[in-house]
C-alpha cells in the first residue's frame, strides 16, 4: 500500500516497487506496459498512445465495466528525464485543461528496488483529490504487478 499524503488541491504518494528504476520509468513510457496498469480496478481496461519525449503528447482512454464507458485523458511531457523524472500535464474530464492540473513522478533507487514519488497537483476540487487518490493508488497496485 502506498504512502498517502494529501493536502488542498494536491496528492502525493510514495511507493517502493521490487524493480529497478530503469524498469519502472519504462512502464510510465511504453504502450504496451503503460496500458497493462493505467486503468484504475481494470488491468488492460486502456487504450494508450503515448509519443514518450520531451514535448510528446500522450492520449488514454481508460474503459470502463460498462459497454461503451471511456474516460479519456490527455496530456503533454514537460520533463522526460530518464530513468529519474517526468513531469506531464493531466487533462481528463474531471481536470479540464482551464485547471492546468500537472503529475510529476520521480523514481529513485531504494533498497534493491525503486522508490515512486507521485505528486498530482492543481486539482479543481475536493472530490477530485478523492477521486484521484483511489485511481492512482490503485495504478501503482496494478504497476507494481507489472513490473
Given at each position: 500500500?502506498?504512502?498517502?499524503?494529501?493536502?488542498?488541491?494536491?496528492?502525493?504518494?510514495?511507493?517502493?516497487?521490487?524493480?529497478?528504476?530503469?524498469?519502472?520509468?519504462?512502464?510510465?513510457?511504453?504502450?504496451?506496459?503503460?496500458?497493462?496498469?493505467?486503468?484504475?480496478?481494470?488491468?488492460?481496461?486502456?487504450?494508450?498512445?503515448?509519443?514518450?519525449?520531451?514535448?510528446?503528447?500522450?492520449?488514454i482512454?481508460?474503459l470502463?465495466?460498462?459497454?461503451?464507458?471511456?474516460?479519456?485523458?490527455?496530456?503533454?511531457?514537460?520533463?522526460?528525464?530518464?530513468?529519474?523524472?517526468?513531469?506531464?500535464?493531466?487533462?481528463?474530464?474531471?481536470?479540464?485543461?482551464?485547471?492546468?492540473?500537472?503529475?510529476?513522478?520521480?523514481?529513485?533507487?531504494?533498497?534493491?528496488?525503486?522508490?515512486?514519488?507521485?505528486?498530482?497537483?492543481?486539482l479543481?476540487?475536493?472530490?477530485?483529490?478523492?477521486?484521484?487518490?483511489?485511481?492512482?493508488?490503485?495504478?501503482?497496485?496494478?504497476?507494481?504487478?507489472?513490473?
Amino acid at each position: 500500500m502506498p504512502t498517502v499524503e494529501t493536502t488542498p488541491l494536491r496528492i502525493e504518494l510514495r511507493r517502493t516497487i521490487a524493480a529497478p528504476p530503469e524498469r519502472v520509468f519504462a512502464a510510465w513510457t511504453t504502450e504496451a506496459l503503460l496500458r497493462a496498469f493505467i486503468c484504475p480496478g481494470r488491468p488492460g481496461g486502456a487504450r494508450v498512445t503515448i509519443d514518450a519525449r520531451l514535448g510528446g503528447r500522450f492520449h488514454i482512454d481508460m474503459l470502463g465495466e460498462e459497454e461503451g464507458q471511456v474516460w479519456p485523458h490527455d496530456g503533454e511531457y514537460l520533463e522526460f528525464d530518464p530513468p529519474r523524472r517526468l513531469r506531464f500535464t493531466w487533462v481528463s474530464l474531471a481536470c479540464p485543461a482551464e485547471v492546468g492540473s500537472q503529475v510529476s513522478i520521480d523514481f529513485s533507487a531504494k533498497g534493491g528496488g525503486t522508490e515512486i514519488v507521485l505528486v498530482h497537483e492543481r486539482l479543481a476540487t475536493a472530490k477530485d483529490v478523492d477521486g484521484h487518490t483511489k485511481g492512482w493508488t490503485a495504478i501503482f497496485d496494478q504497476l507494481a504487478a507489472v513490473v
